[in-house]
Structure formats: C-alpha cells, structure tokens
Antibody, heavy 121, light 107 residues
Framework: QVQLQESGPGLVKPSQTLSLTCTVSGGSITTSGYYWSWIRQLPGKGLEWIGYIYYSGTTHYNPSLRSRVTISVERSKNQFSLKLSSVTAADTAVYYC?????????????WGQGTLVTVSS | DIQMTQSPSSLSASVGDRVTITCRASQGIRDDLGWYQQKPGKAPKRLIYAASSLQSGVPSRFSGGGSGTEFTLTISSLQPDDFATYYCLQHNIYPRTFGQGTKVEIK
C-alpha cells in the first residue's frame, strides 16, 4: 500500500520560504493516473488544497496561492516538494501531502500524517 | 471555485443514533465527491469516494448518497470510535475544495 511522509523544518521565519518534501513509498511516483498533491490545514480550521504535480512535471496551483507556490518532483528519489515563499503567520498550518487518483476519478486517497509548520521570528 | 457548504457545522449525538451530514456544491459535480473522517492530530481518512462507494476497510454503517449538487453522509448507528470531524471534498474540478467540516460530539 502506498505511504507518504512529509519532512522539513517545523519553524520558518516571516518573509522566508517554507520548504517541505514528501517521500512516497510502496509505489512509484511515475505511475500514470496519479497527481501528487499538497493540502494544508490552518490551526483549528478547515482544509485548503494547495496544488499538485504530475510525474512529468505538469503542475496546477490554487489561484489563492499561485504567486507564492512552487511544487517540484524528484523522480529518482520518489519524492515531490513544496515551496511557499514570503510566508507570514497566516501560513502557519499542518501541511499534508496526498495522492490524487485522477485517473479513476476517485480523488485524494492516500495521505501523509502531516507536519506542522509554524511561521514565527 | 466550487464552494462546498456542509451542514451542520457540529452536532451532538448518542451512541446508537443515526446521523446524517449534508454537503451542497455551488455547481454540479456529478458524483465526484468524497467523505473524510479526521480525528485530532491525525490526517483525514477517506470513508467514501464517488459519492456512494465505501472505501475498503470502512465499516458498513457508513454510507454516502447524492449526485449533482447535494450529498449526504449517513452513519446508521453511531459508535464511540465515530466521534470526529467529517469533511466532504469535491474532486470534479481544480482547485479541489472541501466543506468546512462537521464535528460530531458525544451527547
């Protein structure tokens, strides 16, 4: 079964760039039909979809974050990454990576456990 | 963006109760909807996909219904393990959007 695991700094200073990596195990990131996604959950609040990447490098971002987000893929390591620039306290959240099974139209199936990123000086 | 409106935002219920949560989409999304359960400190866990298909390993007391713009998640007999927050998610178009959540608490 596919497993995803987020990693990266838990504390980022305001105006800096948040960087997280998601490592996929139990399956290949290059399998067709899957988008590799990032989602975040603000403290005590709901869920916000950030964007996805396909193994070919095709990306799609939430318009609300598009100007600050970059998602990239490292096929050789079976990983994909998130960069969010110019962060503020409003970006403090639990960040999740997940697989989007768009090929069968079944949406987000497997999720990582999540990692809390706090933006603070 | 498609707006997903979930109701109620919270409810109190007893073990054994039948519980229904509703999710409305701002435009038609066919049956491209999933339901997720989230417990404190944990990632969301998918219960239902394609509006009414039960995820493997999920108890049969969970069921989903609807299509187009109105969807329901029903728990036929609430169990102690079911006290959690539930979210709907549309996967018809991008950006994916979630309902705001329904917290199910013990009465």
């Amino acid at each position: 079964q596919v497993q995803l695991q987020e990693s990266g700094p838990g504390l980022v200073k305001p105006s800096q760039t948040l960087s997280l990596t998601c490592t996929v195990s139990g399956g290949s990131i290059t399998t067709s039909g899957y988008y590799w996604s990032w989602i975040r959950q603000l403290p005590g609040k709901g869920l916000e979809w950030i964007g996805y990447i396909y193994y070919s490098g095709t990306t799609h971002y939430n318009p609300s974050l598009r100007s600050r987000v970059t998602i990239s893929v490292e096929r050789s390591k079976n990983q994909f990454s998130l960069k969010l620039s110019s962060v503020t306290a409003a970006d403090t959240a639990v960040y999740y990576c997940a697989r989007d099974d768009y090929g069968s139209g079944r949406g987000l199936d497997f999720w990582g456990q999540g990692t809390l990123v706090t933006v603070s000086s | 963006d498609i707006q997903m409106t979930q109701s109620p935002s919270s409810l109190s219920a007893s073990v054994g109760d039948r519980v229904t949560i509703t999710c409305r989409a701002s435009q038609g999304i066919r049956d491209d909807l999933g339901w997720y359960q989230q417990k404190p400190g944990k990632a969301p866990k998918r219960l239902i996909y394609a509006a009414s298909s039960l995820q493997s390993g999920v108890p049969s007391r969970f069921s989903g219904g609807g299509s187009g713009t109105e969807f329901t998640l029903t728990i036929s007999s609430l169990q102690p393990d079911d006290f959690a927050t539930y979210y709907c998610l549309q996967h018809n178009i991008y950006p994916r959007t979630f309902g705001q959540g329904t917290k199910v608490e013990i009465k």
